[in-house]
C-alpha cells in the first residue's frame, strides 16, 4: 500500500490549519488593539442571545425569503461540513467511508440526509445569486457595494455551488463504484439526490470511475480548506464571528448613551453648591481623549462588530437618513471601519508597530456629513441579524468633533447655547414660554 496520498493529504490539510490559525491571530491582534470594555455581565442573557440570535438565526427570518433562503444555506453548510470529519481521517489513514461499518443503518441516513440538504443547498444559493443579480434587489446594489464587495458576496455563492456539485458527483461515483464490487468501496450510504446523476457516468468503466470518484473527492476536500482560509479575505467570516458578537452585544436599552467619567464628574461639581473643585479630597480623573477619530480609539466590541458584518444591507435599507437621500450608511460605516482597521493591521505587519501613516478614520474614510445625517434612532442596531451597533461609533466620532475638536453644525450649536442659555432648545427665554397660551 502506498502512504504517498496520504502524507501529501496531510501536508495540505495541516499547512491550511496553519494559514488559518495565522489569519484568526491577526484579526485577534486587531481586534484587541480597541479599547477595554467590560462586556461579561449577565452572562446566562448573553448565552441565551447568542443561542437564539446567532445559532437560531432568529433575526434573519424577519425578511422571510432572504432569512429562509440564508437558513437553509446554514444548516446545510454545518450539518454536510460533520461529513468532514469522516473525509480527513479517510484522508489521513487511507480508508474509505471509516464510519459506515460502526454506524450501521444510521450511517445510510445521514448520507440521504446529507445529500437532500445538499440539494437544497444549491436551490437556496441559485435563487440568491438570482436576487443579488437579476432581480437587483437595491440593497446589494447601493455605492458602497461596488468592486469588492459585490465579488466578494458572488465568489462565495459560487463556492457554495462548486463544493455542492462536488459533494454530489463524488457521491454518484462512489454508488457505480459500489455496484462493481470493488473491494475498497464498501457498500454504504443512501443515495436519493446523487443517483439522479449516475447516468451521466454510467458508460465509464470501472478504472475511469474511480479516477473520477478520487478527483472530486480531491477537489471537494481542498476546496473546502480554501474556503475556510478565504474568510478571512471576506464578509463570511461573520459564519464564526457571529457567535462571540452576539454574545458580547450591548444589552442596556436601546438609546441608552455611556457617559465620559471625566464630564460626569465637572456636572456633578457644577450642580453642588457646596462642592469645593479644588478640593484635596475631590479625586482626579485621568481624561483620555474624548470620542474617536480613529479606530485605536473605538473599543475592542465595536472593531469585532466590524469584522462581523456580513454587509447585508438591512440596517441601510432601515436608516431614515439613507431612505431620504442622505449620505448616510450605516453598512458603509461599518466596512469603512473594517477596511481602517485592516489598513493599520498590515501597516503593523510591515513595521513591526504602527508607524503614523497620516490617514484616521474620521475623514479619510468617513466623513462629517455621513456623521451628522444620523438621526440615532438605532434602526440600523435594530435591524442587525448578529447585533451589530453602527450608532455606537457614529455617537463615538460625533463625540470626537464636539469636545476635541469644537466641529459641529451650526444648527446643534444654537440649540446647545439656547440649552445654557435659556433651560430648553428653543431662543425664548423661561418668562416668555408660555405666552404662546395668552395669545390664543
Known sequence: MSYFPNIIFAL????????????????????????????????SVRWYNMIRIALGQSKMVTKPISGILHVIVYVGFIIINIELIEIILDGLFGTHRLFAPYMGELYNLLIASFEILAALVLVSVVLLWLRRNAI??????????????????????????????????????????????????????????????????????????????????????????????????????????????TYF????????????????KEVKLMMDPIADPYSPSTEDIVTEKFGASDVTDLNWVQLMNAYTCTEC???????????????????????????????????????GSFVNDGKQLLDDYITKEELWACTSCNA?????????????????????????????????????????????????????????????
Open 12 to 43: 495540505i490539510l495541516f499547512s491550511a490549519i496553519f494559514l488559518f490559525r495565522r489569519n484568526i491571530l491577526f484579526i485577534k491582534r486587531n481586534i484587541q488593539m480597541g479599547r477595554a470594555i467590560h462586556r461579561t455581565d449577565r452572562s
Open 136 to 245: 437587483k434587489i437595491s440593497r446589494f446594489w447601493k455605492p458602497e457595494m461596488k468592486g469588492w464587495p459585490k465579488k466578494d458576496a458572488d465568489y462565495i455563492l459560487y463556492f457554495e455551488i462548486v463544493l455542492m456539485t462536488l459533494f454530489l458527483s463524488m457521491n454518484a461515483t462512489d454508488q457505480l463504484i459500489q455496484g462493481f464490487g470493488e473491494t475498497h468501496y464498501i457498500q454504504a450510504g443512501l443515495f436519493p439526490v446523487s443517483k439522479l446523476l449516475t447516468p451521466l457516468f454510467s458508460s465509464f468503466s470501472i478504472e475511469s470511475l474511480i479516477v473520477l470518484e478520487r478527483t472530486f473527492w480531491w477537489l471537494h476536500i481542498i476546496g473546502i480548506l480554501i474556503f475556510l482560509n478565504y474568510l478571512y479575505y471576506s464578509k463570511h467570516l461573520h459564519i464564526l464571528l457571529a457567535f462571540p458578537n
Open 249 to 264: 452585544q450591548n444589552l442596556k436599552p436601546r438609546g441608552s448613551f455611556k457617559n465620559n467619567e471625566a464630564v460626569t
Open 313 to 351: 444591507g438591512r440596517c441601510t435599507d432601515d436608516c431614515p437618513a439613507n431612505q431620504t437621500g442622505k449620505l448616510l450608511s450605516p453598512r458603509k460605516i461599518m466596512m469603512d471601519t473594517r477596511d481602517r482597521l485592516e489598513e493599520v493591521g498590515k501597516n503593523i505587519n510591515l513595521n
Open 380 to 440: 440600523c442596531v435594530e435591524s442587525c441579524p448578529i447585533g451589530i451597533d453602527p450608532l455606537s461609533i457614529i455617537m463615538d466620532m460625533r463625540q470626537y468633533l464636539v469636545m476635541e475638536e469644537s466641529s459641529a453644525p451650526g444648527d446643534l450649536n444654537n440649540m446647545m447655547s439656547n440649552i445654557e442659555n435659556n433651560g430648553a432648545p428653543w431662543p425664548f427665554n423661561n418668562q416668555d414660554r408660555m405666552l404662546w397660551a395668552k395669545e390664543n
